[in-house]
């Protein structure tokens, strides 16, 4: 199953779950708790996913489409973010080992829940916002009233976070650094650009700005769907004039960066750090230079696609401030494993 093309997202199916929607992706147990946490606040309709396409929903209904595995999700639910081992969620269900690892995997496909190894245990938990996200638009769908609490409404109307089609919202500048502007920050801008529809523009700069964006950069972006026309390295000097657009956001995407003094930025923009390791530094094998350029691209989309479902307009300075960190502090590089070890 891809759940990138049945979502709309052109090209090959994308190596370790990249592409996935919004909200359908497999997070650490760590950041999962920390993201569930710091959004209990936000109201509680239409801020994670807005326009589940109505395949994608038949593909995540499909993954739960057996009673073991509806069993199986609710006790990871219940056991909140330190999880089930996989062999006990087998003894819960009435299943054999074997047969639960097919259930998972197919749940963790999904999208639907992720694994946790300690020792030589695997954990499974419940990817809890994948699943409010396919309740609500399951809710909306069929049920509009209960959804919105009342009459059904345009979703340009409803509470919380920006509307996707409202005319009257000014796009957030979003400013993407690092230090040679030739692979990761233009990566993010890439992406953010088709992702935000219109609420975010995003940019991306360097301190030092190689000549040419990564080749390898621009295949990844091309391969899954996303327009490369205009990227360019740039440097950080262009947004910080008096005439360039004044930035919403600045996010240092490179430990590098990070630590140099930038300039002061026009508007007083928010800021974090979102640290992704540096493709473009990698030196090996064809094969093994593909998979960081893919785990980069996977890393930016899974920070990227949580920010712009943040509900934008109901939050204060503070917690919005609180969240873009908390996306910062995503696992780099989350450990996947396809097939649970279940003690003998």
Same mark, same amino acid.
């Given at each position: ?87 006990? $969620? ?32 695997l954990h499974y ?5 994948? $699943? ?42 979003? $400013? ?26 995003a940019y991306s700069a360097g ?7 990564? +080749? ?14 205009? $990227? ?46 540096? +493709? ?65």
């Amino acid at each position: 199953m891809n759940l990138a093309r049945a979502n709309g997202v052109p090209g090959l199916p994308h190596p370790r779950g990249f592409g996935q929607p919004f909200g359908a992706r497999v997070w650490s147990g760590a950041v999962l708790s920390i993201y569930i946490e710091i959004t209990r606040d936000a109201r509680p309709h239409f801020d994670y996913i807005r326009n589940m396409k109505p395949n994608l929903i038949a593909d995540l209904m499909a993954a739960l489409a057996a009673e073991p595995r509806v069993r199986a999700v609710q006790a990871m639910v219940l056991a909140g973010s330190k999880g089930v081992p996989a062999g006990d $969620l087998a003894a819960l269900c009435g299943v054999s080992p074997s047969t639960m690892s097919f259930h998972l995997s197919q749940l963790r496909e999904a999208g639907l829940v992720e694994s946790r190894r300690e020792g030589r245990t695997l954990h499974y938990i419940a990817n809890l916002i994948a $699943l409010e996200a396919l309740g609500q638009n399951v809710t909306r769908g069929f049920c509009p009233a209960i959804a919105t609490g009342g009459a059904p409404q345009d979703i340009a109307t409803l509470p919380g976070g920006f509307s996707m089609t409202s005319n009257d919202v000014t796009p957030k500048n979003v $400013l993407f650094l690092c230090t040679g502007n030739s692979a990761r920050s233009q990566i993010a801008e890439a992406i953010l650009n088709h992702e935000g529809q219109g609420r975010f523009r995003a940019y991306s700069a360097g301190s030092f700005p190689k000549d040419a964006v990564h +080749p390898r950069a621009l295949a990844v972006l091309k391969r899954d769907g996303y327009p490369v026309e205009g $990227l360019r390295p740039k440097s950080w000097d262009e947004f910080a004039g008096p005439d360039a657009p004044h930035m919403d956001f600045v996010f240092t995407v490179c430990d590098d960066a990070a630590g140099e003094t930038c300039p002061i930025w026009p508007g007083q923009p928010m800021t974090a750090h979102w640290g992704v390791p540096d +493709p473009a530094a990698f030196e090996g094998s064809e094969a093994a230079t593909a998979a960081v350029f893919n785990d980069a691209i996977r890393m930016l989309y899974n920070r990227i696609a949580i920010f712009v479902s943040l509900p934008l307009s109901s939050l204060d300075r503070l917690s919005l401030k609180k969240r873009v960190d908390a996306i910062g502090a995503m696992a780099r590089d989350p450990a996947v494993t396809t097939t649970p070890d279940v003690p003998a």
